[in-house]
């Protein structure tokens, strides 16, 4: 089903809506929250959690990108689990994506200048002026959660490929968020 139609259902407040999303996106839902929790029941409630969120949130939202849409709140959704279940821990995958971002988001100083939706926006409007590869590459690692290796392999190229087209995606979107007023 479309996800126009899916979006639809949401508003009509019919129930189906959440069976479609499962059959049209639960995979995808399932492997995000799997990537990070590295647990499948951790993973199905995240999954489940993240079917309810979506009922609540739909409407007042309108997505224009359902599968974004509902990949984020998932992510989300995974990482305040991680947190949650390890206090006192930190998981060596997030500790890798973090520092790998670390370069180029804003700071929190920032934070009290730019709204996080602003924020957002901006990172729309950068991975919008990227060549289609790198972006795929930037959301499969930042907002899926995949690995290196697993990029290279979706994408049918090497990792030294991925890992410098990440390093330069960094590197440029830290100079067009500075560029554009915010404190990295």
């Not at 799997?34 to 309108?62: F, V």
């Not at 959704?77 to 997030?94: F, P, T, V, Y």
């Not at 994408?155 to 410098?164: A, P, R």
């Amino acid at each position: 089903m479309e996800d126009a139609r899916i979006i639809e259902l949401y508003f009509a407040r019919d129930e189906a809506a959440i069976e479609q999303t499962r059959v049209s996106y639960g995979h995808k839902l399932r492997a995000v929250a799997l990537r990070i929790l590295a647990d499948d029941m951790d993973a199905q409630e995240c999954e489940s959690d993240t079917y309810l969120k979506t009922w609540n949130s739909i409407p007042p939202n309108r997505p224009v990108h359902f599968l974004a849409y509902i990949l984020k709140i998932c992510r989300n959704a995974a990482l305040g689990m991680l947190e949650h279940r390890n206090a006192a821990k930190r998981s060596a995958q997030i500790v890798e994506l973090t520092d790998e971002m670390q370069a180029c988001i804003p700071d929190r100083a920032a934070e009290l200048d730019f709204e996080p939706q602003e924020i957002g926006a901006l990172l729309s409007s950068f991975l919008r002026g990227e060549s289609e590869d790198n972006r795929r590459i930037f959301v499969r690692r930042y907002l899926m959660a995949e690995s290196v290796a697993e990029v290279a392999e979706a994408l049918g190229v090497s990792e030294s490929k991925v890992k410098s087209s990440l390093l330069r995606t960094r590197n440029k979107l830290r100079g067009y968020l500075e560029k554009e007023g915010v404190r990295i």
